[in-house]
């Protein structure tokens, strides 16, 4: 099924209908961060294809927006089994791309399969409106509004490394379901994985054009594509540098970002800590923490701070480390410059005193989990999002100062409470400055149809498989002024 995507294991892009090669013969190496071998070459696309691609987008999305979303979703639908038929191929290159462990790699290509059915059968009950106009003063009932759920035109899906195929099919599926046309940017790192997505919406009946992939550098084309006027909506996920970057160059483009987090583990004095440890290893090193909702620092009272600390090293000792293939959690970094960053935030956080209760470390862009005891807030891993295996413990007198710390934070997507008591668990959470709090859990995105969201430099909008579906659409009214009748006929009597 897969064998027109590439070319000699160098991989081409869909567009319109077809896999095509850059006129430009560049490429670039995609290298296996598990060993350094080369999984594929994929193209570095020029500028001038850059929009030859947007305008067949935009040419290509009328023809969608004006099927039936009944036809929409029996195609998204089959996208979906296609996917599920193919879901072991996808999900070892997936695991030889990015060195995600096989178990999770398997885990993200089935649970995309459920979020691409439930997003078919959610886009056929998303519905317009109809509104009187009686309910202000000077207005009447004979002023009706009919409220539609309009196309917004050519999304530009942008997706990041660590879930190359779930994280864009979050994108890709709601929007076609909205009935718009995608140009989908994958990752670099990321973006074989990505284009066998690409194929598999192909291969279930897409028209020509409404799906069209991009690869390439992002010297060269990332902002070229952002501030392209024939772009009707962004939606990005990726790190907060590039999230404002997005922000400050584009004008008057909607946009839907999913960016950084520094989410935070409250650990009260009446929480069951053994439940609490292990859900916070669970949130803290799971594909060794290169997820945005990943645990990255836990604020626990003085009086339990011991014991829990304990537990955490107890359950992080146990974690398998070593190839993506094996029944391991522990993996390499993405890459040698991931592995830097985050051992410099290791470094620093020993240089000022904080104890070190397991790891540091390092072979290569392999890290072994390591856990941080009394952090303080002097240090960059108390503040910096490290993207790796690295869990920073804070302790705090009482929980105005927990709450102080987790909201100083610059960014806001994500906390988690653990505690028995359910009052204190709704006051901090209602003081959380963050889009989700998660009460005796780790922080995680789903279930999908949750909305999933983020505040201050975690994001902007809401996704989760209706919000996504509104967020690509918009409402388009409608308004009829029906004229009094002098004669009154039909008057009730």
């Known amino acids: 099924m897969f064998e027109d995507i590439k070319d000699n294991n160098i991989y081409k892009n869909l567009y319109d209908g077809q896999w095509v090669s850059s006129a430009s013969n560049n490429f670039i190496t995609i290298n296996s961060p598990i060993n ?33 979303v009944s036809e929409r979703a029996d195609i998204i639908h089959k996208s979906a089994a296609i996917l599920e038929e193919n879901s072991e191929e996808i999900a070892n290159i997936l695991t030889k791309e990015i060195a995600k462990d096989i178990k999770s790699a398997r885990s993200e290509v089935i649970r995309t399969v459920d979020f691409i059915r439930f997003t078919a059968d959610e886009g056929k009950r998303i519905q317009g409106e109809t509104l009187q106009g009686d309910g202000f ?9 009919f409220v539609t759920r309009e196309s917004v035109g050519v999304v530009l ?105 520094k989410d935070a583990a409250i650990v009260l004095k009446d929480a069951d800590l053994e439940h609490a440890a292990n859900n916070i290893v669970k949130g803290a090193f799971s594909y060794s923490g290169q997820r945005c909702t990943a645990l990255k620092r836990v604020l ?9 600390v304990d537990l955490i090293t107890e359950y992080v000792s146990k974690l398998k480390v070593g190839n993506p293939f094996d029944d391991v959690t522990i993996t390499p970094l993405i890459n040698n410059k991931a592995a830097d960053f985050v051992q410099g935030l290791i470094d620093d956080a020993i240089d000022k005193g904080a104890t070190l209760k397991i790891g540091n470390k390092r072979e290569g862009n ?99 498989i209706r919000y996504s579906i509104e967020a690509m659409s918009r409402p388009k009214a409608i308004v009829v002024n029906l004229r009094e009748r002098s004669d009154k006929v039909g008057q009730v009597k």
């Open 366 to 464: 392999l890290l072994y989990p390591t856990v941080f005891d009394n952090v303080t807030t002097d240090m960059r891993i108390a503040w910096e999002e490290p993207f790796g295996p690295v869990l920073p413990i804070i302790r705090v007198k009482n929980i105005d100062e927990a709450v102080d710390i987790a909201n100083a934070s610059e960014y806001g997507l994500q906390s988690s409470i653990f505690t028995n008591d359910i009052d204190d668990a709704f006051h901090i959470a209602r003081l959380l400055e963050v889009g989700t709090v998660q009460i005796n859990n780790k922080t995680e995105r789903g279930p999908d149809h949750f909305p999933f969201l983020g505040v201050k430099s975690s994001g902007m909008g809401t996704q989760g």
């Open 137 to 145: 003063h000077g207005f009447s009932k004979d002023k009706l509004a």
């Open 300 to 308: 626990v009272l003085e009086s339990i701070a011991d014991r829990l």
């Open 157 to 261: 899906a942008i997706s990041p490394f660590n879930y190359p195929v779930n994280l864009s099919a979050s994108k890709i599926a709601p929007a076609l379901m909205a009935g718009n046309s995608v140009v989908f940017k994958p990752p670099t790192q990321g973006s074989i994985s990505a284009l066998y997505l690409a194929k598999v919406f192909q291969a279930a009946g897409l028209p020509n054009g409404v799906l069209n992939t991009i690869t390439g550098k992002g010297s060269e084309i990332g902002d070229y594509i952002i501030k392209h006027k024939e772009i009707d909506l962004i939606n990005f996920t990726g790190s907060s540098e590039v999230g404002r970057h997005i922000s400050e160059v584009t004008s008057m483009v909607p946009s839907i970002m999913e960016l950084g987090g």
């Open 36 to 68: 350094e071998e080369e999984v594929g070459k994929i193209q570095a696309m020029t500028g001038e294809e850059v929009d030859k691609v947007v305008s067949k987008a935009q040419s290509s999305f009328g023809v969608w927006a004006d099927k039936p």
